[in-house]
């Protein structure tokens, strides 16, 4: 039997449609791993490989893999022999006599340009060697703060809670995280618009097709580092964790948009081809639908990657590092966690809508995350540290006190020297929390008075701001915690402006905004 010479098809065509298998790939496609090459000798093979041969493999007459096409008709329809497949394995390619000598005279004929040792290490590793099928088609001072005065800082939107893209995208991006947003879908626009070759309509949609998936994955890698808690970018520049989770989320509608064009763009030439006949309740459903369905992302991804390629293309060095991200946070929680031990937490009710929180024997400043290991202990909640002193109200001393010097980086039981001064009685080092009750899981704690809590943390570092004379903070309700350890380390005058929903909640925190200027607003909005 005889196979007639077709012509040359595009090199984008693919040499089956089954699941590829073959040689493992090392690296990334364009760094380690090449696409056809030699470019002449992939065409001499896809020129033959649709042809029906005599095969006596099983996978030559299986419908499996093969998107329900019928093995033993051809493609005009008609019938052919018991032992003729239309769809012949990679097996039946390499033990096909016809089939070799046809591959090898075209080569012969067209490859004269080509070096001898590439066209033999090509045939040993694409034809004969193993079973492998063609890749899938894809190209793969002053001026300063005028400046973040107008363009970084201010929000993008103004009112932004009335815009109705408030409703669609939360919380708002200031304008310099806008540009860099802006930066990152420019981005991806580019690396899925540009350089393609000049084959027909349906090869480059098939190639923007493939594209859209490998960009998918290359973001996953930035949605993991951009959420973890332990992002090494935390560590190498000034942004805060805020900035980072916002861009995770910016870069999440940008990995799932992708993800969704790659599917619909394949759904598109499968139908052508016939080949398809209000409340914190809330957010913890989201949270946990969130853990469960990128875990169930990733392994799709992962299986959906190993068996239609298993190690050829290097697609799953994406997920590696993905993997990799994902599993250096974890371990950093973990020792974090660790370190700090098992500890009590007691709890005060303040009134229906605040309670206060000691742990003791621990001290930091920033923030942590607390896990009540008797009640939900799957749930880590994150809680401003707003002393490292546990006291308890007593007569005011008239002392005066001396400002506090050096940076805002200084050790967490100094840093409350200033409220601590002022009340006679002190009952040891530790971490104070205050917290507002919620309709979700915090509701409970108003009917505890100790649990066991393990606490990861602390996170987060103060900028140092001792070279400003004067500092101005504003705060609402338990929001105050956030802003007392700048208040502390600040040598010169501190100026606070708080709005409360209660007064119970004004006089359980007065012994750490006793030292400084305040105008505290209960029940009320504040006159500024």
Request: with cysteine; hydrophobic share 40%; proline share 5%.
């Amino acid at each position: 039997m005889h196979l007639p010479l077709v012509s040359v098809l595009p090199l984008a065509a693919l040499v089956g449609a089954g699941r590829d298998t073959g040689r493992p790939g090392h690296g990334l496609i364009g760094y380690g791993i090449e696409m056809y090459v030699p470019v002449r000798t992939y065409a001499c093979q896809s020129s033959f490989s649709s042809n029906p041969l005599v095969c006596t493999d099983e996978a030559s007459f299986s419908d499996a893999g093969m998107g329900g096409t019928d093995t033993g008709s051809s493609q005009d329809g008609s019938t052919l022999p018991q032992n003729v497949s239309a769809m012949p394995s990679s097996t039946c390619h390499a033990e096909s006599g016809p089939f070799l000598t046809s591959v090898a005279w075209c080569i012969r004929m067209k490859c004269n340009d080509t070096l001898v040792w590439k066209i033999e290490k090509w045939w040993q590793s694409y034809v004969v060697g193993n079973q492998l099928t063609d890749p899938p088609r894809g190209s793969h001072t002053r001026w300063s703060s005028t400046l973040n005065g107008r363009f970084i800082y201010p929000s993008l939107l103004r009112p932004w809670r009335d815009s109705p893209v408030a409703a669609v995208v939360g919380d708002p991006p200031t304008r310099g995280q806008a540009l860099f947003i802006g930066y990152l879908i420019l981005l991806n626009i580019f690396l899925s618009a540009f350089k393609y070759g000049n084959d027909g309509p349906d090869e480059i949609m098939g190639d923007l097709a493939n594209r859209f998936g490998v960009l998918s994955f290359a973001n996953f890698v930035l949605l993991v580092l951009y959420s973890s808690r332990n992002n090494i970018l935390l560590w190498l520049t000034n942004w805060r964790h805020s900035t980072f989770v916002l861009l995770h989320r910016w870069v999440a509608r940008i990995a799932v948009l992708e993800a969704i064009l790659h599917s619909v763009v394949f759904l598109r030439d499968w139908i052508q081809e016939d080949r398809l006949a209000d409340d914190q309740r809330i957010y913890e459903l989201f949270l946990a639908t969130h853990v469960v369905l990128s875990i169930l992302v990733l392994l799709g991804s992962w299986y959906h990657i190993i068996f239609r390629y298993e190690h050829q293309w290097g697609y799953e060095t994406w997920l590696y590092a993905v993997f990799a991200v994902w599993g250096f946070d974890r371990l950093i929680r973990l020792l974090r966690t660790l370190r700090n031990g098992v500890r009590t937490a007691k709890i005060t009710v303040i009134d229906d809508d605040y309670v206060r929180i000691d742990v003791k024997g621990i001290v930091g400043s920033g923030h942590v995350y607390l896990y009540f290991i008797d009640w939900r202990f799957w749930e880590n909640h994150p809680f401003s540290i707003a002393s490292s002193v546990i006291q308890e109200s007593g007569a005011s001393s008239s002392a005066k006190l001396d400002p506090p010097t050096g940076s805002a980086d200084v050790d967490p039981e100094k840093s409350t020297r200033m409220a601590t001064n002022s009340f006679s009685e002190i009952v040891g080092t530790g971490m104070v929390f205050y917290l507002r009750l919620l309709e979700g899981g915090t509701k409970a704690l108003r009917n505890k008075t100790q649990l066991p809590v393990l606490i990861e943390g602390p996170y987060g570092a103060r900028e140092n701001l001792s070279e400003y004379p004067t500092l101005l903070c504003i705060a609402g309700g338990v929001g105050v915690t956030a802003v007392l350890p700048y208040m502390r380390a600040h040598p010169g005058n501190v100026y606070l402006y708080w709005s409360s929903r209660t007064q119970a909640l004004v006089d359980s925190i007065k012994p750490l905004t006793h030292n400084f200027h305040t105008n505290v607003a209960v029940g009320q909005r504040l006159d500024l």
